[in-house]
């Protein structure tokens, strides 16, 4: 860094640079600051000594930088319920020092309150005493009402004459969200030209007594509000996280949902014995199913909890009512709406024209009733068949080459004569099923 100076030189002026910056100013005018990159000069002249209207430009440098600037006081404070008190203060305006008294509207004194009147003007509520705690400027050019268990902000401003004035703020929110409120984004216009400052920030809730917060701008910053309650966020209400499924039911889940609980846990509908819990399957389809499948060893079970009755509605009328504690097979019970079809040989195939129907299996000897592969007897997913052995022969549920039949146990034959049992297939591969219901 070199460092340009005129010197006096005893009596001959002349310009030097040095790379020590000189101390003694009387002798050495300082022009400014030159840093070489290279060939290229960077050259800084602002910081040099001018010669001129002095007082002028410190006035103007006063007036840009330093407007309205404080020396002591001016400090609000809550006074009363919902007043406001200022200390005196002590300011310089450009060269000129001055006072402002103290103020407490509690005892006497008076403010000016202002709101945006919606048509880029201002209206004043004058002589006001108190902060306003029920009504905030929403920008329509009439005072809104605060909602329940929210906060308005209010912006203190004092002039160069003592008077001082209130700007209602626009926030009707959270207590952080009041914190976090930014200065106004415009004024009264007689505020301009150093005329008022900003004193300080009052947060108030609605319809309280006392403020919330009040901070003044010289003894504490105004520190931005973040939320330690969840429920202080702003958007809550919004659905833009698409990949969880809203509580009120607007958004239906879009794919397979596998729900797998603790050991031990359950589903709970309501929050009392009467209310009841609802798990309903809706197609337009006339073959649509609901399907409940066990896939572990543990037991499931659907408890209608104490003395209440569980109720498996069939169809689209009937229902099956299960007492008060008391256990029922439910393959007993899911074919009550079911197309019947006799089956007498001692050798039957499950058919596709067999889906949704109850197959009443009737002989003296016992039946071997056969799954066949999809490719001959092209079932729908998920498909259901219900299985009654009405005669004395019991009925073995077999697997055709290329078929996987999954039950408890691995038991494939029904548990006597009038045990029910029930076939349905996977709900992804073709030609594997599953075998529920009373099994030996």
Same mark, same amino acid.
């Given at each position: 860094?070199?460092?340009?100076?005129?010197?006096?030189?005893?009596?001959?002026?002349?310009?030097?640079?040095?790379?020590?910056?000189?101390?003694?100013?009387?002798?050495?005018?300082?022009?400014?600051?030159?840093?070489?990159?290279?060939?290229?000069?960077?050259?800084?002249?602002?910081?040099?000594?001018?010669?001129?209207?002095?007082?002028?430009?410190?006035?103007?440098?006063?007036?840009?930088?330093?407007?309205?600037?404080?020396?002591?006081?001016?400090?609000?404070?809550?006074?009363?319920?919902?007043?406001?008190?200022?200390?005196?203060?002590?300011?310089?305006?450009?060269?000129?020092?001055?006072?402002?008294?103290?103020?407490?509207?509690?005892?006497?004194?008076?403010?000016?309150?202002?709101?945006?009147?919606?048509?880029?003007?201002?209206?004043?509520?004058?002589?006001?005493?108190?902060?306003?705690?029920?009504?905030?400027?929403?920008?329509?050019?009439?005072?809104?009402?605060?909602?329940?268990?929210?906060?308005?902000?209010?912006?203190?401003?004092?002039?160069?004459?003592?008077?001082?004035?209130?700007?209602?703020?626009?926030?009707?929110?959270?207590?952080?969200?009041?914190?976090?409120?930014?200065?106004?984004?415009?004024?009264?216009?007689?505020?301009?030209?150093?005329?008022?400052?900003?004193?300080?920030?009052?947060?108030?809730?609605?319809?309280?007594?006392?403020?919330?917060?009040?901070?003044?701008?010289?003894?504490?910053?105004?520190?931005?509000?973040?939320?330690?309650?969840?429920?202080?966020?702003?958007?809550?209400?919004?659905?833009?996280?698409?990949?969880?499924?809203?509580?009120?039911?607007?958004?239906?889940?879009?794919?397979?949902?596998?729900?797998?609980?603790?050991?031990?846990?359950?589903?709970?509908?309501?929050?009392?014995?009467?209310?009841?819990?609802?798990?309903?399957?809706?197609?337009?389809?006339?073959?649509?199913?609901?399907?409940?499948?066990?896939?572990?060893?543990?037991?499931?079970?659907?408890?209608?909890?104490?003395?209440?009755?569980?109720?498996?509605?069939?169809?689209?009328?009937?229902?099956?009512?299960?007492?008060?504690?008391?256990?029922?097979?439910? #393959?007993?019970?899911?074919?009550?709406?079911?197309?019947?079809?006799?089956?007498?040989?001692?050798?039957?195939?499950?058919?596709?024209?067999? #889906?949704?129907?109850?197959?009443?299996?009737?002989?003296?000897?016992?039946?071997?009733?056969?799954?066949?592969?999809?490719?001959?007897?092209?079932?729908?997913?998920?498909?259901?068949?219900?299985?009654?052995?009405?005669?004395?022969?019991?009925?073995?549920?077999?697997?055709?080459?290329?078929?996987?039949?999954?039950?408890?146990?691995?038991?494939?034959?029904?548990?006597?004569?009038?045990?029910?049992?029930?076939?349905?297939?996977?709900?992804?591969?073709?030609?594997?099923?599953?075998?529920?219901?009373?099994?030996?």
């Amino acid at each position: 860094m070199n460092y340009v100076y005129v010197e006096y030189n005893a009596g001959s002026p002349q310009v030097v640079a040095t790379t020590t910056k000189r101390t003694e100013e009387q002798t050495n005018v300082f022009l400014g600051t030159v840093y070489r990159i290279g060939t290229v000069l960077h050259i800084t002249e602002s910081t040099r000594a001018v010669v001129g209207d002095h007082a002028l430009q410190m006035i103007k440098r006063l007036r840009e930088t330093m407007p309205f600037a404080r020396v002591s006081g001016g400090v609000i404070s809550e006074a009363g319920t919902r007043n406001i008190a200022i200390t005196a203060g002590e300011w310089w305006e450009n060269l000129t020092d001055f006072t402002t008294p103290a103020v407490d509207t509690s005892v006497a004194g008076t403010f000016g309150y202002y709101y945006a009147d919606g048509i880029g003007g201002w209206t004043t509520v004058a002589a006001s005493t108190q902060i306003d705690n029920t009504q905030y400027d929403d920008g329509s050019g009439t005072l809104a009402t605060l909602s329940n268990n929210k906060y308005g902000v209010h912006w203190v401003y004092q002039g160069q004459d003592g008077d001082f004035y209130v700007v209602y703020g626009t926030t009707n929110g959270k207590l952080s969200v009041a914190e976090s409120a930014g200065l106004p984004a415009s004024l009264p216009p007689h505020f301009a030209e150093a005329h008022a400052r900003l004193m300080g920030r009052v947060i108030i809730g609605k319809s309280d007594s006392a403020f919330a917060d009040i901070a003044s701008s010289f003894d504490s910053q105004f520190n931005l509000g973040t939320a330690i309650d969840h429920g202080d966020l702003s958007g809550l209400a919004d659905d833009d996280h698409t990949q969880y499924v809203p509580v009120d039911g607007s958004r239906n889940i879009a794919a397979d949902t596998d729900l797998t609980l603790a050991i031990g846990k359950v589903i709970i509908g309501g929050s009392v014995i009467s209310d009841n819990l609802i798990i309903s399957h809706y197609n337009n389809n006339t073959a649509a199913r609901f399907a409940l499948r066990q896939t572990s060893a543990g037991q499931t079970r659907l408890n209608a909890g104490n003395s209440q009755n569980l109720i498996l509605a069939i169809g689209n009328s009937e229902a099956v009512t299960v007492d008060t504690n008391k256990t029922v097979t439910i #393959e007993e019970k899911l074919s009550a709406n079911a197309t019947v079809t006799v089956l007498s040989t001692t050798s039957e195939t499950v058919l596709a024209a067999h #889906e949704s129907e109850e197959l009443q299996l009737n002989n003296a000897s016992p039946i071997t009733l056969t799954v066949d592969t999809n490719a001959n007897q092209a079932f729908d997913q998920d498909a259901l068949v219900f299985l009654r052995q009405t005669g004395a022969g019991v009925v073995t549920v077999a697997a055709a080459v290329g078929v996987t039949i999954h039950s408890p146990g691995g038991l494939l034959a029904l548990d006597g004569q009038y045990a029910g049992a029930v076939l349905q297939k996977d709900s992804v591969l073709a030609d594997t099923w599953y075998l529920e219901g009373r099994l030996a």
